[in-house]
């Protein structure tokens, strides 16, 4: 995989989501924080590589793990990031990502299936957990299945933006004194290929960490509280601390869940997929 930091010269191509000279470039344009360069470079190989482990970890690779919706959840999630669709009339803590998936695809050209046709603000569907797994062989599914597998590649450069424009976003939520460890400790990452990867993972796994949402009793489990619990200086060592510091923070997330929603059965699947980071 490419370094995910760009050279000086590639940093002045402002082509948002378009290829030149083989390479992907996402870019914010002009940085919201000084020192700051909101840049991911990656070739359309290296993209393509990053969507099919993200789809290894969230559907074990699997064309039916496309389309899920887990026990326990009040919404479907679809895609090889598990993309959240909230039924009509629900909502819930967790930020809904699919439409805006759908939005991004739909603008790169690709054709969509009759079930999404009815635009971004179309609400799942699906009422219901079980109303979703009685249409698991429906026309209306498996076209949903199949726009879902041609759109791999499209679907790892949603989350690359994502990732994209999570920094500024966290270094506003953080503590004026925290801001500077912060930068330090995703440049850390971004700098290596390894890192690059885990940042991309992560931030779709367990979101930026910035939605007061998205708390249990006050403590955030995204990527920014992975971050504030880093404070090294090496690159060599920045994958392993950010390992150590996910499953800290998962772990405690679990122990503030509220008991209702039985989070223990899910650690250990998490667990999993953070050590994979450093290859643990």
Known sequence: MDKCRPSRKQQCWLFRGRYFSGLLLITLGIPLWPHICCAITLSHGDVLRIGKRIWQNECNGTISGLTAWNAGEDFASLGIGHFIWYPKG???PFEESFPKLVSFISKRGAKL?????GGSEQPCPWNSRAEFLRAQHTVEMNQLRQFLVDTIDLQA???IA???GALPKMLDEAAPADRANVQQQFDRLERTPQGCYALVDYVNFKGEGVLHTERYQGQG???LQVIEGMHGTSDAGA???FTRAAR???IRRVHNAPAERHESRWLTGWIRRVNSYSGS
């Open 162 to 164: 994502r990732l994209d």
């Open 113 to 117: 299936p009759t079930v999404l046709l």
């Open 239 to 241: 994958v392993d601390e």
């Open 248 to 250: 800290t923070t998962l």
């Open 90 to 92: 629900r909502r819930g």
């Open 221 to 223: 489990w995204g990527l």
């Open 157 to 159: 450069e949603f989350l």
